[in-house]
């Protein structure tokens, strides 16, 4: 063989496979080794590298390769073995692009076939659409083949498995698997032991300029405590007030009892104020017990609000307090009751479900366009069961009655002119907003049961539409991969986050209104900062579309749950995964924290509630995560299965009150 | 190399009138269109999930058609999914069936009803994390199977959990009106199919425990007030069967309610018209009532089948009583198993029967209503002790040779139950003192039985059957063979007298259950016999 040949081969090679650098390095070289005139040169690698520009043999070599590689990864040492699996998946998907890209058609569908299998469990999805990818422009056309060629995987690995992986490649000179390998994947060479196979190291998932980039994004610091002066720390407040005018009224009141002591013609008088004064001491005293037990918010930092917050009426604020007082405390020991809302007769018609807050008011949206609204105060007195006895003091009962008038158990809205597919009520329940498949977000008044605004922005259907926890600000999912920050008094949007690589199915606000949390179709979930509008996390381990999104009430913790059925806990502050909640065997269409966050329920398509234990994890330090990996397992505290109907949306009242909603669905 | 075959493009091709299509363009186009398929499917599926669906519909391709500017596919709309059929002939192929329709039909058919309109309904899934037993609630059964899941689940983790009672029920409007048209078919059409079936739900139905307080109530009232009402005492204690028999009602808290109702069906001087109801079926029905609650709740209530015991014992010894008071008693007492009827029956029977057969005889009780009477309590009483016997005798079999009793199964028309037998055998080993004493009371007993052989003729002859020469001597072949047979195992147990005390204890009884049966002989004449499992009968024949 010809030296030059030999280079000439090199080089083509280097070309093709854009190694610039080496290119150019290799032709530096070679200048200088022209001077000293010092030929040497591996006759076989030479071999090889016209056999790889050989064209006829291009598919066969890649099958053969890949094949080789992976009996060799089945075949390898247990202890390395998960390891080098993670390798062949990229491996796989690269091999089967190139070969398209090549334009062997057939060839790469044979391929594709033959090892489909061994990625079917993991990555069914990525399969499916891969599977579609018949020509090269395809894969130019489709935005997650394109982009999985623009960018490199990483994969963590430990020392010995990449050296044993690299020798094994050189020895048995498997150059296009090496060169996938060198090309595609970016190796993080960790010293010491391999990682344990329970890490979820394994989550191949796309984020827009790779894994680097979303590390980088997680390092930025994010302030997740909760708001100053919340209602919650007013209660804590008034609850001291009570105590200490209690305790002045009490120093009074002895002193008035030694006065009426000695005037004992005035007993009855002051007998009825000690009772008096004795009932104020009780109700104090339970305040300031539920304070101490709801240690868990109060424990959390302040921060201040980004956004000018709106002002609460007064009355609103009274009642909201005195939900607080009155609520129950929920823990693994005391499970919360749930009232379930069925809706019946929805000729599958029924897209959404959502509840107030106090569980008086349910507003359904259907594929029909309409919205309609129960007022279940009114429904829940024929039954007698009412179960939102003394929630509904907000709800002004007397514009609505002409609307059942008419024989109608609902009020029906009517604006949208596709299917709704979300809605949410104002926090204290005197707006509601919805939105449609025809790219609106409509808000109306539960006071005048009429439309109010209609927002227009989103340029495709609009997924999910949320109110903020403090009212007035909403945020917004569509199709068209953004989500949109609005305020009610706008009908342009105040901020447009956009990142995601594929539609933006939900949507959710952090506890203290300075960040939203969207789920996404590319099967990550991102925290943006509301007044920046940047996205400061990513969080990547979901294996689909994520459905749903709940925060924790003391800002902390967020849990996603996604179409296969799996939940997932994420620690806001270090965007890791705290454990996967694994029970449901169908898509979880809602979330809800409990008020004092020691509880999460989970709705999902299997028609069944699932309560989870989230204190347990919480608390678990750091140290004892890393000694027993089980030990931050949330469990299972409860799995409550409705009669045949998918539970579609759920809410936690601020007595800590469990509603649930859904549609009953036929029996096939 | 696409699903698309090309010779499907070439069909549409030509279909929309493009004939002159090369065929080096359809692969390429066979693959393209399969790519968009997948695409607009993919969309679909999102659209699907929006829609909180988990099965695919024509909706949801036609919005995904409308997110990419498409005309949607009309004409397959439709609410529920779609249905397919296989093809005949092949595996996995499908096709949805599309009948033709005379138009005409369609015109003249009248309009279908309105579909129901939407609707939300509330209800408790849980309370306090406890699932209430009410129909909008999947039934006990699918509640317990994850239930189970989580407490191993709680072992696991070591936390002891203690789950709360369902402490408040929630009487639904469904409830109210199934409790309603319940009671009302009880009180005044329990004759009628519909009360069957009623019944029938109420010994099935996993979602009518809220209501049993109320039917507790309901029954005692009723019983209370209407003593003279047959067919209505009658349909409560059918109630009252079917609750018991329903697996998901806890009935338990309830018993105490429950059980002066029932013992008044059994033994009450009057129920219902005397001479024209049947009263002895209803007395019969609530022995058997009383037994099986005794049964199943017996070891739940300790002092349960005492109680119940001790007042059945009270009216059967009380003289001044009714004889349909005494019938129930004696029923009740029969019920309750072999081992009661020994106990305290028996060791009564003689002077009771002194009482009994003046009424029964045609000279001295001229009242054919009473002697009627007289005659049933005659058969129950009979029947009791008969059934006490057979029960003794079934523990002998087992020592006789094994060849005889093959022979003689096949006329075994006795047998009636083995689920009893066990039970008895069971109680046996486990009575064993009382048996003792038993043992001498029988047998002293027996003493004055064979000392009084001058009453047997007098009571046999009021029975319609005429007893043959035969049968005394079946009489004496018997009796020489019991103590022939009790004094052969004597001689066995003195040849080993390292014999545990447990097995002389057992040939006792065998010795007892010997003894019994010339004393029941003695009282109730042939009829007895039937009652001797047939095995223990070729042995003594």
Redesign the interface.
């Given at each position: 063989m010809d030296e030059e040949e030999v280079e000439k081969a090199v080089l083509a090679y280097l070309k093709k496979k854009g190694f610039k650098q080496t290119e150019l390095a290799l032709q530096e070289e070679q200048q200088s080794r022209n001077k000293s005139n010092s030929p040497s040169t591996d006759p076989d690698i030479a071999k090889h590298i016209l056999a790889l520009s050989d064209a006829e043999n291009i598919p066969a070599q890649y099958q053969e390769g890949y094949s080789k590689f992976r009996s060799w990864a089945y075949s390898s040492l247990d202890l390395y073995k998960h390891e080098l699996l993670r390798v062949l998946y990229p491996a796989f998907i690269h091999c089967f692009m190139d070969i398209i890209a090549k334009g062997y058609?057939?060839e790469a569908?044979a391929f594709f076939n033959s090892f489909r299998e061994d990625h079917e469990m993991m990555h069914s999805r990525d399969l499916?659409?891969l599977?579609?990818?018949?020509?090269p422009s395809?894969l130019e056309e489709?935005e997650f083949a394109h982009s999985l060629r623009q960018s490199k995987v990483s994969i963590k690995i430990c020392q010995y498995s990449y050296d044993l992986l690299i020798q094994y490649l050189h020895k048995t000179q498997l150059i296009t698997m090496l060169g996938i390998i060198n090309e595609r994947i970016n190796f993080q060479v960790s010293p010491g032991q391999p990682s344990s196979i329970s890490d979820d190291a394994d989550v191949f998932t796309l984020v827009g300029s790779g894994h680097d980039a979303a590390n980088l994004v997680n390092q930025k610091e994010i302030h997740w405590g909760l708001l100053e002066d919340s209602l919650e720390e007013k209660l804590d407040k008034a609850g001291g007030q009570i105590m200490d005018s209690d305790k002045a009224d009490g120093e009074v009141k002895d002193g008035d009892l030694e006065e009426n002591k000695k005037r004992s013609a005035d007993g009855g008088k002051g007998g009825s104020t000690q009772k008096k004064l004795k009932k104020d001491k009780v109700v104090a005293a339970t305040g300031k017990a539920s304070r101490s037990e709801s240690s868990t918010t109060s424990g959390a930092p302040r921060v201040k609000p980004e956004l000018t917050l709106p002002i609460i009426p007064t009355e609103v604020e009274h009642s909201i307090l005195e939900d607080l007082r009155n609520r129950v405390q929920l823990s693994?020991?005391?499970?919360?009751?749930?009232?379930?809302?069925?809706?019946?007769?929805?000729?599958?018609?029924?897209?959404?479900a959502s509840i107030s807050h106090d569980g008086s008011l349910?507003a359904?949206g259907?594929?029909d366009s309409s919205l309609?609204v129960?007022d279940?105060a009114k429904?829940?007195q024929?039954?007698?069961?009412s179960?939102s006895q003394g929630e509904n003091e907000l709800t002004p009962n007397e514009n609505i009655l002409n609307a059942s008038a008419k024989g109608?158990?609902?009020t029906l809205f009517r604006g949208h002119s596709g299917?709704v597919?979300s809605a949410t009520y104002s926090p204290f329940g005197d707006f509601l907003l919805s939105s449609s498949?025809d790219s609106t977000i409509r808000l109306w008044s539960t006071k005048l049961n009429a439309n109010l605004v209609c927002y227009k922005g989103h340029n495709?259907?609009v997924?999910d539409v949320q109110f903020s926890p403090v009212g007035h600000y909403f945020a917004s999912a569509s199709?068209d991969r953004t989500a949109r920050i609005w305020s009610m008094d706008r009908i342009q949007p105040l901020r447009i986050m956009a990142g995601h690589l594929s539609?933006v199915?939900c949507v959710q606000w952090h506890a203290n209104c300075n960040y939203i949390a969207t789920g996404s179709?590319d099967k990550t979930v991102r925290l943006w900062d509301v007044q920046s509008g940047e996205c400061v996390r990513i969080f990547i381990g979901h294996r689909s579309?994520i459905?749903s999104l709940a925060m924790s009430p003391d800002g902390r913790y967020m849990a996603s749950g996604d179409?296969d059925g799996k939940i997932m806990m994420w620690d806001l502050a270090s965007g890791r995964c705290v454990s996967p909640l694994v029970g449901h065997s169908?898509?979880i269409?809602s979330l809800s924290f409990s008020c004092e966050g020691s509880l999460l329920a989970s709705g999902s398509?299997d028609s069944?509630?699932k309560?989870w234990d989230v204190t347990k994890s919480s608390k678990v330090s750091k140290p004892e995560e890393n000694k027993n990996g089980n030990t931050n397992r949330l469990?299972?505290?409860?799995?409550?299965?409705?009669?045949s109907t998918?539970v579609?949306g759920l809410q936690f009242s601020r007595r800590n009150l469990l509603f649930?909603?859904g549609?009953l669905t036929?029996i096939? | 190399m696409s699903i698309v075959p090309k010779e499907t493009i070439e069909v549409i091709a030509q279909s929309i009138g493009i004939t002159n299509l090369s065929p080096d363009v359809l692969p390429n186009i066979a693959s393209d269109v399969e790519y968009r398929v997948r695409e607009i499917m993919q969309e679909a599926i999102k659209c699907m999930r929006h829609s909180r669906r988990t099965t695919l519909t024509t909706v949801d391709v036609d919005s995904a058609l409308s997110l990419r500017n498409v005309e949607p596919v009309y004409g397959f709309a439709s609410g529920d999914p779609l249905r397919f059929k296989r093809a005949a002939g092949h595996k996995d192929l499908f096709y949805i069936e599309d009948k033709d329709v005379e138009f005409k039909e369609v015109i003249e058919a009248p309009l279908p009803k309105a579909p129901l309109d939407t609707e939300v309904v509330a209800h408790w899934l849980a309370i306090e994390g406890v699932q209430p037993a009410i129909p909008e609630n999947p039934p006990p059964e699918v509640l317990t199977v994850p239930s189970d899941n989580g407490k191993t689940a709680y072992k696991e983790d070591g936390i002891p959990v203690d789950i709360k009672l369902p402490v408040k029920h929630v009487l639904s409007r469904e409830l109210q009106l199934y409790f309603e048209k319940i009671t009302e078919l009880t009180v005044s059409r329990s004759d009628s199919a519909l009360f069957k079936e009623a019944l029938v739900s109420l010994a099935t139905d996993s979602g009518i425990h809220p209501l049993v307080p109320y039917f507790t109530f309901f029954v005692a009232d009723e019983v209370s007030r209407n003593l003279n009402k047959f067919s209505l005492l009658f349909a409560l204690m059918r109630l009252v069967w079917s609750l018991l028999q329903n697996p998901h009602i806890h009935i338990e808290p309830y018993l105490h309610q429950l059980m002066p109702s029932v013992m008044t069906c059994l033994v009450a001087k009057r129920l219902g018209n005397k001479f024209s109801d049947n009263h002895w079926d209803l007395r019969n029905f609530t022995a058997n009532l009383v037994a099986s609650i005794c049964k199943r709740f017996g070891h739940v209530y300790h002092n349960l089948q005492p109680r119940v015991t001790r007042t059945l014992l009270h009216a059967f010894l009380d003289p001044s009583k009714a004889l349909p008071q005494h019938y129930g008693a004696i029923q009740g007492l029969a019920t309750l198993g072999p081992n009661v009827v020994r106990l305290l029956v028996l060791p009564n029977l003689e002077p009771y029967l002194r009482l009994l057969e003046p009424e029964m005889q045609l000279e001295k009780q001229k009242n054919e209503v009473k002697r009627h009477e007289a005659w049933l309590v005659y058969g129950a009483l009979m029947r009791a002790a008969g059934l006490c016997m057979y029960d003794r005798l079934k523990t002998l079999p087992s020592l006789l040779a094994s060849p005889a009793r093959a022979v003689l199964k096949s006329n075994a028309k006795v047998i009636t139950t083995t689920s009893k037998k066990r039970k008895a055998s069971m109680d046996n080993t486990m009575q064993q003192p009382p048996l003792k004493k038993l043992a001498t009371e029988s047998t002293m007993g027996a003493t004055p039985a064979n000392s009084l052989p001058v009453d047997m003729p007098g009571s046999s002859s009021g029975y319609p059957t005429v007893i043959g020469t035969a049968d005394t001597n079946l009489q004496s072949s018997r009796n020489e063979n019991v103590p022939e047979s009790s004094g052969r195992k004597e001689m066995v147990g003195g040849q080993g007298p390292k014999t545990s005390a447990a097995l002389t204890q057992a040939w006792k009884d065998d010795v007892d259950a010997g003894h019994l049966l010339p004393l029941l002989y003695e009282y109730f004449g042939e009829s007895m016999l039937s009652f001797i499992p047939s095995p223990a009968a070729s042995f003594f024949l």
């Open positions: 058609i057939q569908r499916q659409k599977e579609g990818v018949l020509s395809h489709m693994s020991m005391t499970l919360p009751s749930i009232s379930f809302y069925t809706f019946i007769n929805t000729h599958n018609g029924l897209n959404c349910v359904g259907f594929s309609k129960w279940m429904l829940g024929q039954t007698g069961n179960p109608r158990s609902y299917p597919y498949s495709y259907p997924w199709h539609d199915d179709s579309m459905l179409e169908s898509c269409w398509a069944t509630v309560i469990r299972s505290l409860k799995t409550l299965p409705t009669k998918p579609y649930a909603a549609a036929k096939a | -």
